[in-house]
């Protein structure tokens, strides 16, 4: 049987024909059938490796969670499995169903973004920006810039921080060890920022290394002073880099 939901979209079954509402779209499909078979053992191994998936998209979270809050869109948690799924795979070493995301290519996650709409390509250019990682330490070299060339301000802000957010797991349970968050403010847009080098404090061995860098602005109200713009709705935040230490 087959209703109108609150928005007036078609959901449920009319014959063979199954209706779904996602993103406020209507999508048709055909009845699946049943074969009274169980799932094949490729089918079985494929589930279990994406299952997988989801546990260390949801664990990578975690660390992120202290630097974006929920200001991701609705499909963020989505493209951030897909990633994680797609890495696990790009392996020679691992059997299907045993597929790991450190034995795999963690470097899938680098430019994902948290806002679609808002990606943070289109807000910063930095093109002399220089991470790297060697013996054991983490340096992230800033370029000198220009506020107003380098990045785009919206109409409506008037203060901005150029931040990055350094979240590090262990290897084998991805569960989070440290974090660290460096921030460069850019108290107008007519400024000329001078070059920066942050170093991230001792980092344990076999860990993943993940660096976000995102750009908050602020608008300057009369009455209720410094006030961010960042939301669910807008949030220019890009994993940057991976690292395996």
């Known amino acids: 049987m087959a209703y109108l939901d ?5 959901v449920g079954r009319i014959g063979p024909l199954v209706f779904r509402n996602v993103n406020g779209k209507t999508i048709v499909q055909a009845k699946p059938e049943k ?6 053992g490729r089918s079985r191994q494929s ?14 979270m975690r660390g992120l969670r202290p630097f974006i809050g929920t200001h991701y869109d609705p499909q963020f948690f989505n493209r951030f499995r897909k990633a994680v799924y797609q890495g696990m795979k790009m392996t020679s070493t691992l059997p299907q169903g045993s597929l790991d995301f450190w034995q795999g290519e963690p470097s899938a996650l680098e430019g994902l973004e948290t806002d679609l709409n808002h990606q943070y390509p289109q807000y910063v250019q930095l093109p002399g920006l220089q991470l790297s990682f ?16 380098n990045l785009y301000w919206p109409s ?22 440290q974090y660290e968050l460096f921030c460069i403010p850019i108290p107008h847009k007519t400024r000329s920022i001078p070059a ?22 602020f608008t300057a109200a009369m009455r209720l002073g410094k006030l961010g713009m960042n939301s669910k709705a807008f949030n220019p935040t890009q994993v940057l880099k991976v690292f395996k230490t």
């Open 6 to 10: 609150s928005k007036l979209g078609i």
């Open 35 to 40: 074969t009274g078979k169980f799932p094949s």
């Open 47 to 60: 589930a279990t490796d994406f299952g997988k998936a989801s546990q260390t998209t949801s664990a990578l």
């Open 134 to 149: 060697e013996a054991g330490t983490l340096e992230i070299n800033v370029p000198q810039f220009k506020a107003n060339t």
């Open 156 to 177: 409506t802000a008037a203060e901005a921080e150029l931040c990055y957010w350094v979240s590090v797991y262990d290897s084998q349970t991805y569960q989070v060890l």
């Open 196 to 217: 920066t080098r942050f170093t991230a404090s001792a980092l344990p061995a076999e860990a993943l290394l993940l660096v976000t860098t995102g750009v908050l602005y």
